[in-house]
C-alpha cells in the first residue's frame, strides 16, 4: 500500500480521510492543521471529490509534501477499502453525521478513527482516555482546527504505545453493528406502544 501511493515513510503510522471535499465534512479543520499534520511523524492519505478550492489545496499540498502525503481526487470504492484496511487512523471531521458507515467499516479493519463528537458518530465512537478504557476510537467536541488536532496528537502517543494501541483496535473490532439487536428492540418498543 506505501509503494502504490508513492509514500516513502513505511515507518509511519498511515492516517486516511475518505469523504466529500466539503466544509460540512470538516475538510477545511484539516486544511487548517495540514501544515502542523505534515510535521507529526505521519504519512496521509486522501481520496474523494468535491469543491474546488479544497482541490487546489490539497494538489499543491502533494507537491510540496510528496512523499508524506499521497491524494485521489475521484470516487473508488475498492479503492477506499483498501485504503482504510491499511491506514491506522481514519479522520472523520463531518460538521454533522446522521449516521455514518466510514467508522463501522474503519472498527472492521481495525483502523481507529478519530471524529467530531456528533449524530452517529458519537455514538457509535467511544472515546478512549487510556488505561483500560473501553473506548474504541477518539471524539474532539469543538468543531475547530486546534481540537481536532489536539486529539491526533494524544492518539498519536497512544499508538506509540503497542499495547495500549493494541487494546483501542481490539475494542473498536469487537463492536457489533449488525440489525439483529436493533431488530430485537424495535420489536421490544413496538410491543410497549401496542400495550399502551
Known amino acids: 500500500m506505501i509503494d502504490e501511493l508513492g509514500l516513502k515513510n513505511g515507518e509511519a503510522p498511515i492516517v486516511a480521510m475518505i469523504t ?20 507529526l511523524p505521519v504519512s496521509f492519505v486522501l481520496l474523494g ?14 507537491k ?18 483498501r485504503i482504510m484496511a491499511g491506514a491506522d487512523i481514519l479522520l472523520i471531521p463531518s460538521l454533522f ?23 452517529g458518530l458519537a455514538d457509535t465512537i467511544k472515546p478512549f482516555s487510556g488505561g483500560s478504557s473501553a473506548g474504541n476510537g477518539y471524539l474532539f467536541n469543538k468543531p475547530t482546527a486546534k481540537s481536532l488536532l489536539r486529539v491526533l496528537k494524544q492518539c498519536l502517543t497512544h499508538y506509540h504505545k503497542p499495547e495500549i494501541w493494541a487494546h483501542v483496535i481490539k475494542n ?3 463492536g457489533d453493528f449488525a440489525w ?14 401496542v400495550e399502551k
Open 172 to 174: 473498536g473490532m469487537k
Open 180 to 193: 439483529e439487536q436493533s431488530a430485537k428492540d424495535y420489536v421490544t418498543l413496538y410491543q410497549q406502544c
Open 64 to 81: 510540496k509534501y510528496s512523499k508524506q502525503f499521497s491524494v485521489h481526487f475521484k470516487f473508488d470504492d475498492t479503492l477506499a477499502h
Open 20 to 39: 466529500r471535499l466539503t466544509e460540512q465534512k470538516g475538510v477545511h479543520l484539516v486544511q487548517e492543521i495540514f501544515q502542523d499534520m505534515m510535521g
Open 49 to 62: 471529490l468535491g469543491e474546488n478550492k479544497f482541490h487546489d489545496f490539497f494538489k499543491k499540498m502533494a
Open 97 to 119: 453525521e446522521p449516521c455514518g458507515l466510514t467508522q463501522m467499516y474503519a472498527f472492521k479493519y481495525g483502523t481507529v478513527p478519530i471524529a467530531f463528537e456528533t449524530g
